[in-house]
């Protein structure tokens, strides 16, 4: 009988053991498709205000524009989640000491606000550079292990703050475009900061979908370096961002690096115009970098332009340029198990005019671009979020309470 007991116990162990190989692998509660960042609004009060009720509240700073009537109008477009930036630095200021509370109220008020429009969210914990307005930013939380230990209580507590949410309409990014990784030295330091990040957020919200994503402003390249394995939990969708080719997508920027300020007119694709009307564009750049550019930075800014206008100067150039990306992801994907549904795209778009720059993307090459960016995400079975809902690259407000053309926000609605 004791051998019957034995035979018999190993038989079930055999059985169930069989049974989940063939269950399917765990996936994110929280699923989404077609969405819109809610991007960082240029209006937002100096930090010595920041303890000023009125100036502060409600958060985040899109609440003070946007109503109810707006995000439904988002949702009868077709969208069906928003990515919501936080600016985590009033979370780190001393300032907002007596108002912490009803800034992470505010945040949950705000997440229950787009669920009441029809629409999931993703709560965006959104770090920008320090400086003007803020004394915290990226480089202080990367920098310095104190204020990165700060950070990991903030993510505890906004895990905390949004963990009795429903976890199929409220979702939390931990950090936006870490800036780390990035050196050609090979440094490797995201990976464990995110786990002390990701553990921060466990620990307050167990049901909670999170968001993780690479280094080095979560380009595909730095998310491939990510082994999903260290990180045992299947409650995850991972984000990469792409905006190939910034040559292209982020023309007249000032604060995207010393060169591409310099860059305007460029056509999407460049094909788009006869080549003639192009090359008298470049020559115009070239102008520009010649008259205004510092001297010493000339030469390799103008070697840069001719270098990045011939690695897409043909469709089967640019093609491969903006495949790029996914195919990274795609591969990484497959490597590790991780299941289409539960990658991102999570920012992507085109400049439609820098703050104070009098050049104006032509709407028919933002449409065109972001047509092809969703084609390429929803053929890889990903979804998707524009950048943004407004300011240099809106799709719905432009500024000064103008709207934007309605041409890119056309081409999300033909997708209903």
């Known amino acids: 009988m004791a051998l019957l007991g034995t035979m018999i116990k190993s038989l079930m162990a055999a059985l169930l053991a069989l049974g989940a190989l063939a269950l399917p692998a765990g996936a994110a509660t929280f699923s989404m498709k077609r969405g819109l960042n809610l991007d960082q609004w240029v209006t937002w009060p100096t930090e010595d205000k920041w303890s000023d009720r009125r100036a502060i509240l409600p958060y985040p700073e899109w609440r003070k524009f946007l109503k109810q009537d707006d995000l439904k109008a988002l949702k009868d477009a077709g969208l069906d989640f928003l990515r919501m930036p936080v600016d985590p630095s009033p979370f780190l200021s001393d300032r907002t000491a007596a108002l912490r509370d009803d800034l992470y109220a505010s945040v949950l008020d705000s997440a229950r606000m787009i669920n009441r429009a029809g629409l999931k969210v993703i709560v965006d914990l959104h770090l920008i550079p320090a400086g003007g307005n803020r004394k915290i930013g990226m480089g202080q939380v990367m920098d310095d292990p104190a204020v990165f230990d700060a950070y990991a209580d903030v993510v505890r507590n906004m895990a905390k703050t949004l963990a009795k949410e429903d976890p199929k309409q409220v979702a939390l990014e931990l950090m936006n475009e870490p800036i780390v990784d990035c050196d050609a030295n090979g440094t490797n330091l995201w990976p464990e900061r995110q786990k002390k990040l990701f553990a921060a957020a466990r620990a307050s919200a167990t049901r ?209």
């Open 208 to 416: 909670l979908t999170l968001i993780l994503t690479g280094g080095c402003y979560s380009n595909a390249e730095s998310l491939a370096r990510i082994d999903p394995g260290t990180i045992p939990d299947d409650n995850i969708i991972w984000t990469f961002h792409s905006y190939d080719p910034f040559l292209l997508t982020h023309q007249g920027a000032t604060w995207a690096g010393d060169f591409i300020q310099y860059v305007t007119g460029l056509p999407y694709p460049l094909t788009a115009v006869p080549k003639p009307q192009l090359d008298v564009t470049l020559d115009t750049i070239r102008n520009r970098i010649r008259a205004e550019a510092p001297w010493a930075r000339q030469s390799g800014m103008l070697a840069y332009l001719d270098e990045q206008v011939a690695a897409m100067d043909s469709p089967e150039k640019l093609a491969a340029v903006m495949d790029a990306p996914f195919r990274t992801v795609d591969a990484w994907a497959k490597a590790n198990g991780v299941k289409p549904q539960d990658i991102t795209l999570g920012e992507f778009g085109m400049i439609r005019k820098e703050y104070g720059n009098g050049f104006v993307m032509p709407t028919a090459y933002r449409a065109a671009y972001v047509r092809d960016m969703i084609a390429r995400a929803e053929a890889h079975g990903f979804s998707w979020s524009v950048w943004s809902y407004g300011g240099a690259f809106g799709v719905v407000d432009a500024f000064d309470g103008d709207k934007a053309e309605p041409n890119v926000m056309d081409v999300i609605r033909s997708l209903r």
